[in-house]
């Protein structure tokens, strides 16, 4: 079992000069999920390079050799998994627990949905807040068959079909999630399994199954609406799969340098999937100093080194359509606009009510306790800057158990008047457990 947040810790933040230095981060938690997944599907070894180690990833580690793969951990980021193939999952032996990780969550749901087993999914309190509904609906047309806590919400229990029945189906939200736990299904599923996603988002899993030899092709209409289509019963062949850095946790160095007067920080080795950099395109369009080097494909994903200067940003209204590409990355753009000349807007960020918390309530309340200028909407937030100069600080916020608010309000503490208190960081070793080593390491390189 996964053991989350046992002990409470504070932390506290407060500026200690500009940020200098190079650092790498560690690989993104979308492609890691899907690595260990795929792996664990193939038939043979697979090496991976670079795997996230947090406790999400470490959730799905788990999961996968309760069914039956053989996952071993050879040294720092690398990880070796012999797969039972697509079909040859088993049934475990007790209680999938999940963690904190919504992604493992809905995606295995999708893997256990067309196998021949009954899986029972746990979590934390955070991810047994959290919605499984849009997961189980179309697993349910697939033959599927759940039993959800009220609400359609974890403890969840899923009894596989075999054979279950490929579907076309059209996502009425936009959801990597969603369209990854169907296309997973398709997998062990004779025919055709089509996604039809009207707003594109992450396309990790379509690149990755089709580096594991899966007969997977996308098609965009005249209406540039994707179709993805998933030929069924796919052998996957074992890989190497070199997991490129963060996106996500690469933002919090990139907006704590350009927030913080003086700063020049490098992150080596970041993802650079278009589905997924919003927020760079967003904060350049603010008058972001970035700039990009050494750019390159590793395993079918663009990476690239990224230098942030601090830079007077300039507030913006940001296109709704945007928000897919950039969806996790909000709690610490709000960071970089309530230090901005003038105002900010977000709209259509319903979707950020049923992440690991409620962020737009959650960065709205804490933002203010420090003394910026937020207004709440229904789908989004108004933030006045302050210009450049440093917030009030001097007040205690909630991270609510969620890793990107307790993050945010770090990065903020690096441009703050009186010192800001995180009343529980210890959510943040979900996703990124090296985030406050690298924070001291960029203080400690000053002159």
Not at 35 to 42: E, I, T
Not at 274 to 303: F, K
């Given at each position: 079992m996964v053991t989350q947040h046992s002990q409470t810790r504070p932390g506290r933040f407060q500026p200690q000069?500009?940020?200098?230095?190079?650092?790498?981060?560690?690989?993104?938690?979308?492609?890691?999920?899907?690595?260990?997944?795929?792996?664990?599907?193939?038939?043979?070894?697979?090496?991976?390079?670079?795997?996230?180690?947090?406790?999400?990833?470490?959730?799905?580690?788990?999961?996968?050799?309760?069914?039956?793969?053989?996952?071993?951990?050879?040294?720092?980021?690398?990880?070796?998994?012999?797969?039972?193939?697509?079909?040859?999952?088993?049934?475990?032996?007790?209680?999938?627990?999940?963690?904190?990780?919504?992604?493992?969550?809905?995606?295995?749901?999708?893997?256990?949905?067309?196998?021949?087993?009954?899986?029972?999914?746990?979590?934390?309190?955070?991810?047994?807040?959290?919605?499984?509904?849009?997961?189980?609906?179309?697993?349910?047309?697939?033959?599927?068959?759940?039993?959800?806590?009220?609400?359609?919400t974890l403890p969840l229990m899923v009894r596989g079909l075999v054979p279950a029945v490929p579907i076309s189906y059209r996502l009425p939200v936009a959801s990597a999630q969603v369209k990854s736990a169907v296309l997973l299904a398709g997998l062990n599923i004779a025919g055709i399994t089509e996604v039809i996603e009207p707003v594109p988002t992450r396309d990790h899993s379509e690149r990755m199954l089709r580096g594991f030899g899966a007969d997977l092709t996308v098609e965009v209409d005249a209406e540039n609406v994707r179709h993805i289509r998933l030929m069924g019963e796919a052998e996957l062949k074992p890989q190497e799969i070199e997991v490129p850095g963060d996106p996500s946790s690469a933002a919090f160095f990139i907006v704590a340098a350009l927030i913080t007067p003086g700063s020049e920080v490098t992150v080596t080795h970041v993802?650079?999937?278009?589905?997924?950099?919003?927020?760079?395109?967003?904060?350049?369009?603010?008058?972001?100093?970035?700039?990009?080097?050494?750019?390159?494909?590793?395993?079918?994903?663009?990476?690239s080194d990224i230098t942030a200067r601090h830079s007077i940003l300039r507030g913006i209204e940001v296109p709704p359509d945007v928000a897919p590409s950039m969806i996790d990355e909000f709690p610490v753009f709000f960071v970089a606009a309530s230090i901005a000349q003038g105002r900010t807007t977000t709209s259509g960020l319903d979707e950020l009510r049923v992440k690991e918390s409620d962020r737009l309530a959650l960065m709205a309340a804490g933002l203010k306790a420090i003394g910026a200028q937020v207004e709440e909407r229904e789908g989004g937030l108004i933030i006045e800057g302050t210009g450049g100069e440093p917030l009030e600080g001097g007040a205690t916020v909630s991270s609510a158990l969620d890793h990107r608010i307790a993050m945010s309000f770090a990065v903020v503490g690096q441009h703050i008047y009186h010192p800001v208190t995180v009343d529980d960081v210890s959510p943040i070793a979900t996703s990124f457990p090296t985030f406050e080593a690298i924070l001291n390491k960029l203080q400690a390189q000053n002159d």
């Open positions: 000069g500009p940020l200098r230095g190079t650092v790498k981060v560690p690989g993104d938690k979308s492609i890691s999920h899907r690595a260990l997944m795929l792996s664990a599907l193939a038939i043979g070894e697979s090496r991976i390079s670079g795997l996230l180690e947090g406790e999400d990833v470490l959730a799905t580690a788990a999961a996968m050799r309760a069914m039956g793969a053989h996952i071993e951990r050879t040294g720092d980021g690398d990880w070796t998994v012999h797969g039972v193939g697509v079909g040859g999952l088993m049934q475990p032996s007790g209680a999938l627990d999940m963690g904190n990780s919504g992604t493992s969550t809905r995606l295995l749901m999708g893997l256990v949905a067309s196998h021949r087993l009954t899986a029972t999914f746990i979590g934390d309190a955070s991810l047994s807040k959290r919605p499984m509904g849009r997961v189980i609906d179309p697993l349910s047309l697939m033959g599927a068959e759940f039993t959800a806590s009220p609400g359609g993802g650079m999937n278009p589905t997924r950099t919003g927020i760079y395109q967003i904060l350049q369009a603010m008058g972001a100093d970035l700039t990009y080097a050494n750019q390159r494909e590793v395993g079918g994903e663009p990476v």
